[in-house]
T-cell receptor, first 111, second 112 residues
């Protein structure tokens, strides 16, 4: 089992550009999450999904959109990237409220 | 405001020594407390999860304790190894998996 995978691993964008981060899990988990991690701060939840076709806002949703068209995939979109979105993005999945399993992260730099 | 504070921010110890990391939280209501290990450049990996009624839980050389009355938890690492070098993150759940309160972590460096 691959667990949780994320693509790409690294990306550099210019201000105003758009991109999509892909998360895939092969554990048949219902719940999936997108977090961002910034230096000196705890992980912050951007959006989450409790099942295929459902999404909800987390703590810091502004500037991001998500989609969960298939149970195993959770996409995070940045429509118009800003320097404040420079961060490391982690995807996670879980069986309902149990332990979350994380992907390896995507390091995004917005110039 | 729900908060999780960890101390120290960073810690350097020699290989083979023991250490204890601290976590204080002001989260209400309380459902469970988790410790994660995050290697540099990797995603967090779960070490332990404790509910209100559990005082201690072990995972190999890692032992977590919880005092729900004082809202404190600690993670004790025994006989440290070089592979223990990582950030250790304390996470408190007030009841749902999408409301986790994450600490900023303690960066632990093990020197040979």
């Amino acid at each position: 089992n691959a667990g949780v995978t994320q693509t790409p691993k690294f990306r550099v964008l210019k201000t105003g550009q758009s991109m999509t981060l892909l998360c895939a899990q092969d554990m048949n988990h219902e719940y999936m999450y997108w977090y961002r991690q910034d230096p000196g701060m705890g992980l912050r939840l951007i959006h989450y999904s409790v099942g295929e076709g459902t999404t909800a806002k987390g703590e810091v949703p502004d500037g991001y959109n998500v989609s969960r068209l298939k149970k195993q995939n959770f996409l995070l979109g940045l429509e118009s990237a800003a320097p404040s979105q420079t961060s490391v993005y982690f995807c996670a999945s879980s069986y309902k409220g149990h332990t979350q399993y994380f992907g390896p992260g995507t390091r995004l730099t917005v110039l | 405001k729900n908060q999780v504070e960890q101390s120290p921010q960073s810690l350097i110890i020699l290989e083979g020594k023991n250490c204890t990391l601290q976590c204080n939280y002001t989260v209400s209501p309380f459902s469970n407390l988790r410790w994660y290990k995050q290697d540099t450049g990797r995603g967090p990996v779960s070490l332990t999860i404790m509910t209100f009624s559990e005082n201690t839980k072990s995972n190999g050389r890692y032992t977590a304790t919880l005092d729900a009355d004082t809202k404190q938890s600690s993670l004790h690492i025994t006989a440290s190894q070089l592979s223990d070098s990582a950030s250790y993150i304390c996470v408190v759940s007030p009841g749902s998996n999408y409301q986790l309160i994450w600490g900023a972590g303690t960066k632990l460096i093990i020197k040979p």
